[in-house]
Structure formats: structure tokens, C-alpha cells
């Protein structure tokens, strides 16, 4: 018998074969609709009837809305959860805490990832901090996810962007509002506080909340503990706005964001400080020069400082200390104009980053002399760009194109850095300038309620500060240390895209599929000539371009109404990546699937959902990988509001891995195993 917390339950479900495929079978014939990642119409103008459908859109709903959103998530999950329930993210998970996203099966140096618009970069050469890390769902409204060239308006990036939006009362009369927020979770003892207090008029608000996670280390669905799976986060958010006019505001932000003690089991070492301040003052001003109008001009900066340990690991050849600090200064203004048949969104933006990592070992015989070296040499980046976009309206259809030009500069600031460097490139220059380009295409038209879309697009991009001028980091995953090279070519990527979308009555399915021909891909490959530094490691790898790599995304979705209250949905996907050789590329995804039924009342909801994959067969041992096993997981979760005079109680309950199924995903580094059955409870009171 199997008790109900951590190493619980009366029934076990492990998956077999038989019930994998009758679940694949049913997931191929669902659907996957607005949930939380729903497609947002704009209209073009007042007069025009066809909707543009912008990237996906993860909502993020907090104690105010309705039930209908809340009910598609707890409302405390991390920001990671939320991501990963989206159509289009997938995550790299190396703990319990702090996941990498990625898009098209790409990470993050082959992104652009925002926070309000703004720019940002982790300050960890192991990518144990990424953008998302440092915010929490208690600051956002929702997250704008783009595909491609469709988040060349957030930056220069081949697999796509993701910008994740602060919430902001606005100028509504509402006066003060404060909410008090709980959680609970069995499976990692996982404790949530949160509280926030706002205030808003016609001509002033001010946002603030705070929230504070801790969390054990969590057990996996074999009752084994994932030892150093532990993290404690803290998060305070204030966001304010002054309207001076009609049509003139200014607006503020201000995020810190803190974690200490998180552990990376997959790793070996863990984080005993992330620290992150966040910062931003906006103008905006509903009309502007001649025709131009919603024309906002953002000033920001952002230091984020984390360090690496191995202090709590008993047994290490050797310690170390991996610090590393990233500092970011950057603008943008952007603002619409409509002539005739087109509408404009000009945008010109600009960024300055200083990334300074470096490591210090010290030998466990004390009469041995430590070493040092730094692993980032102190790489000043300076980018700026502009992008333009025009949308022409015909009578059934819409054409979009856009294009964006961006200049990057490089400076490695440190001396020491660039010597070590220079044992490889005797020839490096100490500054280098590269130009960036991105041009798309997009033509949407519509006939009878179907929707058929198709696209091309080209974009480049730098390499990034490890891929260009790491020294030495070690990559657990394929057990070999990797260095940079500064003479790397931008890595480009022509990508074709097509989707269709079918109405039906009380509902729409949809088929998509995209394509990436990536030039000068880049990647580690082996230097049989070259030395490791950390003990026990296979190897070095040298970033490369590769002469190619084709990437291909494919997913069928859509979503049934099945009666006013009673929703089904449901999505499948299969991905490919190889390069020249046909060798598979690393974590690409195997084909996946999932489906929920959601009943929602205006104050009680309860879902029903599924999520699984087959097993994974394209995969590539040099990279570290191997094959990881199909899987299904349900999950459940029931919530109810209640109301107090006028304050509002919102309660709800869930069981996540209904059936402790152990398992490993193709993203889980190193495979480490998924927490197993997980109870939370939430509370969220409300006073009006």
C-alpha cells in the first residue's frame, strides 16, 4: 500500500505501453485551445474585421480576475510552471528552481528574453540564473511568447522571444486594494507568503507586492529524496504612474529579486546567492510628432550578481567559487503611425552589458597555491538597432513585413582575460564590431472563418559571451569543458513557416509547422589536442560553426466547447534537428502530447489534465544524451471563491503527478528525475 504525501498512494501508474499509445491515440484526435496560451485578435483599425493573431500569449491572472483564468494554474505555481504549460516553451531543468526556457528547441543564447521590454542577461557561465529567474508571477500580467523573426521587435534572435509583462493597475479609479496570498505543497514542504497593496485614481497608481518561497528538497515518484533541490527565493515589486495629461504619463519600476541556498542536484555545485535589481522609468504620450502616436520612450538598468559554491557538496576533488556579476544599461522608443492601408510600429533601441565571471580553486593541501582564472574576461557589449514593421490590410488578408538592423560592438575589458584568450588566438583583437539583420514576411488570409497563414523570414545573431570568449567552463552534461572563440561567424537561420486554422461548431483545430535552415551553426566540438582543466572531465570542446542545421517544428491544436461550462483540450507535436552530417542535435524534442478538460461556474472551476511524451530515440551520446523513456502524467486541481461582504476568498486545491509517476524528460539535465506526487493547497484573500 501506497500512502498520499511524498511516498504515497492507494494505485500506481507507471505507463505501460498499451495505455501510452490509447492516450497518444486520444491526445491526436483533442485539441489545445485559449487557455493559457491563447491567441489574442487585435483589429487592424476600427473599420477592419480581420483579426491578427499575435504570439502566444501566457496569462498570468492575478487575485482579481476571474475564475476562468485562474483556474487554468495554481495561482502561486512558479514562474517556471507557467511556462512550461505553454504550447511553444519547453524548459531545461537542472534543479527544482530557475529553468531555462526554450522556443523551437532553443535556448537561451539563441533568444531574446525580455522583462517589460527591457533587456537582461544571467550572470552565471553555467546558465543557472536565466532571465526568468529573476522575477516572479506575483510581478507579471502576462507573457508574450514569439516564434522566430516574430520577436525581432525585443531583439536580434534565430529560435524566438519572450517578454514577460509587469502588472500595472493603470489610471482606473479603483482607490486601494490589498491581497493576502498562501500556499502550500506537500511533496518538496514547500511554504508561500505573499502580500500586495495597490492604489490607483485617474491620475496616479502605485503597485507593490511582495512574495517569499522556501522549499525542501523535493521527492521524485520512485519515494527516493533529489537531494540539493532545495531553494529559498524573495521577490519585492513596486510599480507607479503619474498622468500628467490625457495623453502624457510617466511611469516607474523596480524589481529585487534574491535567492540564496538553491541547490542543483543535476549539477556539481550548487548557488548560495542570486541577486537581481531591476529598474525602469517610462514616458508615455498617446500622440506625438505629425501622425505618429502611442509613442513610449523607456529608460533601464539592471545588476545581477550570483555565486557558485560547492560548499555544501561533501566530497569534491577540489572547491571552488564561481562568481559572476552582469551588469545592463539600455532604452528603447517606439511609436505607431497609420496611413491609409498601412499601419507602422517604428521602434529604435539600444543596450550597453558588462559580464565579469571569474573562478577561484583551492587545493585540499593547504601547501598548495590556489588558482584563479577568469572564466569571463570582463565582455563589454554595446547594441543598438532599429526595426520597422508594416501591416497592409486588404479585403481578406493581411501582409506583414518587418525588418530590424542592429549594430554590436565587443570590448574584453579585462587584460588578464584577453591573455589567457590569446594562448588560442594569438591574433585576437581586443574589440570587434558585427552587423545584424533580420527581414519577414508574413501573409495571413481568411475565407469563410478559415484562417490560413505562411511565412519566410531571415534573421542572424552574435555569438553569445560563453560561445565567443568563455575560458573553460565545464558542461556536466556531456562531462567536457568548453572555450570560446572570438572569430566565430554570426549564425543566420532562414525559417519557413505555415499554419491553418479550421472553425467547427463550438470550436477550432489547427495544424502549424515551421522550418529552420541555420548557417553557421554553432556548437562545441571536440579539440583532441587540447588539456582539461577540471578533474574527471572527457574533454575539450571548441565552439564551431557548423556548414549547417535544419531544425522542424510540426503541432496539430485547437479547443471544444463541449457545453457552456465543459471545455476539452488537447495538443501534439513532433520535432527534428540535425546538422550537415545528420547527426541529431541536442535537446530536440521527442513527440509530446496533451489534453485537459476544464468546467469552470463563476465561482468553481476543477481541471482534469494530461501531458506525456514518447519515448525519445533521435538522440546524440557525444552531447551527453541518451535515450529517455514515454511517459504520462495527470494532474488535477479543484477551485472555489468565496465572498466576505465585500473582500473576496479564492481557495484552491490540486494534486500534480496524480499517480507518482517516476520519470525523466529529454530537457531534465543529466536525468534527473521529476518530483513525484505533489499536493498544494492555495488561499488568496482579497480586501476591496
Request: charged residues 20%; contains cysteine.
Amino acid at each position: 500500500m501506497y500512502y498520499f504525501f511524498k511516498r504515497p498512494v492507494f494505485w500506481v501508474f507507471k505507463g505501460p505501453k498499451t495505455i501510452n499509445m490509447a492516450l497518444l491515440a486520444l491526445c491526436c484526435l483533442s485539441f489545445h485551445g485559449k487557455g493559457i496560451g491563447q491567441e489574442v485578435p487585435v483589429p487592424l483599425d476600427q473599420d477592419s474585421i480581420l483579426p491578427i493573431n499575435l504570439a502566444e500569449v501566457i496569462v498570468i491572472a492575478p487575485i482579481y480576475k476571474d475564475m476562468e483564468h485562474r483556474s487554468y494554474q495554481k495561482p502561486l505555481a512558479t514562474l517556471d510552471g507557467y511556462l512550461e504549460s505553454s504550447q511553444k516553451v519547453s524548459m531545461i531543468k537542472r534543479g527544482a528552481y530557475a529553468w531555462e526556457p526554450m522556443i523551437n528547441d532553443m535556448a537561451s543564447e539563441r533568444l531574446s528574453v525580455t522583462i517589460d521590454g527591457m533587456r537582461i542577461f544571467g550572470a552565471c557561465t553555467d546558465r543557472m540564473d536565466p532571465v526568468t529567474s529573476y522575477v516572479d508571477v506575483s510581478n507579471l500580467s502576462n507573457v508574450h511568447v514569439a516564434s522566430g523573426q516574430q520577436g525581432a521587435k525585443m531583439g536580434n534572435a534565430i529560435g524566438g522571444a519572450l517578454d514577460m509583462r509587469l502588472e500595472k493597475s493603470g489610471f482606473v479609479q479603483t482607490d486601494w486594494k490589498s491581497a493576502v496570498e498562501t500556499g502550500f505543497e506537500s511533496n518538496n514542504n514547500a511554504r508561500i507568503y505573499g502580500y500586495e497593496l495597490n492604489y490607483a485614481s485617474d491620475s496616479f497608481y502605485v503597485d507593490s507586492d511582495i512574495i517569499y518561497r522556501d522549499a525542501d528538497n523535493y521527492i521524485s515518484g520512485d519515494g527516493e529524496e533529489v537531494a540539493y533541490s532545495q531553494f529559498t527565493k524573495y521577490n519585492v515589486s513596486l510599480n507607479t504612474g503619474v498622468k500628467f495629461s490625457e495623453s502624457q504619463k510617466l511611469l516607474a519600476s523596480f524589481i529585487f529579486d534574491e535567492a540564496k541556498d538553491v541547490g542543483y542536484p543535476a549539477l556539481p555545485m550548487d548557488v548560495s546567492l542570486a541577486r537581481a535589481f531591476i529598474g525602469s522609468l517610462s514616458w508615455v504620450q498617446d500622440t506625438f510628432l505629425g501622425d505618429l502616436y502611442e509613442w513610449e520612450t523607456k529608460i533601464y538598468a539592471n545588476s545581477i550578481t550570483h555565486i557558485m559554491d560547492d560548499s555544501q557538496r561533501p566530497d569534491v576533488p577540489i572547491r571552488m567559487d564561481m562568481p559572476g556579476w552582469s551588469d545592463t544599461y539600455g532604452f528603447y522608443s517606439q511609436a505607431r503611425l497609420q496611413s491609409g492601408g498601412h499601419k507602422w510600429l517604428f521602434k529604435w533601441d539600444g543596450f550597453y552589458n558588462k559580464s565579469l565571471a571569474e573562478m577561484t580553486m583551492y587545493p585540499n593541501n593547504p601547501n598548495e597555491a590556489s588558482m584563479f582564472m577568469l572564466t569571463w574576461p570582463d565582455v563589454r557589449t554595446l547594441n543598438t538597432g532599429l526595426f520597422a514593421e508594416n501591416t497592409m490590410a486588404f479585403e481578406n488578408s493581411v501582409l506583414i513585413i518587418a525588418g530590424r538592423i542592429s549594430a554590436q560592438g565587443t570590448n574584453v575589458a579585462n587584460e588578464f582575460g584577453r591573455n589567457s584568450l590569446r594562448i588560442f588566438y594569438h591574433s585576437m583583437e581586443q574589440t570587434q564590431a558585427r552587423f545584424l539583420k533580420s527581414l519577414s514576411t508574413e501573409y495571413r488570409y481568411t475565407f469563410k472563418n478559415v484562417e490560413l497563414v505562411n511565412g519566410v523570414s531571415y534573421g542572424d545573431r552574435a555569438p553569445s559571451v560563453s560561445e565567443a570568449f568563455g575560458f573553460y567552463l565545464f558542461n556536466s552534461f556531456d562531462n567536457h569543458d568548453y572555450i570560446g572563440d572570438p572569430n566565430l561567424k554570426n549564425e543566420g537561420a532562414l525559417e519557413l513557416k505555415s499554419k491553418i486554422s479550421l472553425p467547427f461548431k463550438n470550436g477550432k483545430i489547427g495544424a502549424e509547422g515551421n522550418f529552420f535552415h541555420t548557417q553557421n551553426y554553432i556548437l562545441g566540438e571536440i579539440d583532441p589536442t587540447l588539456s582539461t582543466m577540471t578533474i574527471g572531465a572527457d574533454g575539450v570542446k571548441i565552439y564551431r560553426n557548423l556548414e549547417y542545421a535544419n531544425l522542424f517544428n510540426v503541432s496539430i491544436n485547437g479547443v471544444w466547447d463541449m457545453s457552456k461550462n465543459l471545455k476539452y483540450n488537447g495538443l501534439v507535436s513532433y520535432h527534428r534537428g540535425v546538422d550537415q552530417d545528420s547527426r541529431n542535435l541536442p535537446f530536440i524534442s521527442p513527440l509530446t502530447y496533451s489534453t485537459s478538460f476544464r468546467y469552470s461556474l463563476p465561482k468553481f472551476s476543477a481541471s482534469l489534465s494530461l501531458r506525456g511524451a514518447a519515448d525519445q530515440v533521435n538522440f546524440n551520446s557525444e552531447f551527453g544524451e541518451d535515450s529517455t523513456s514515454a511517459y504520462n502524467v495527470v494532474s488535477l486541481s479543484v477551485a472555489k471563491t468565496f465572498f466576505i461582504s465585500d473582500d473576496r476568498l479564492d481557495a484552491q486545491v490540486g494534486v500534480e503527478n496524480l499517480f507518482d509517476t517516476y520519470y525523466s524528460t529529454y530537457t531534465d539535465w543529466n536525468n534527473i528525475p521529476r518530483m513525484g506526487r505533489n499536493i498544494y493547497l492555495t488561499l488568496s484573500y482579497a480586501i476591496n
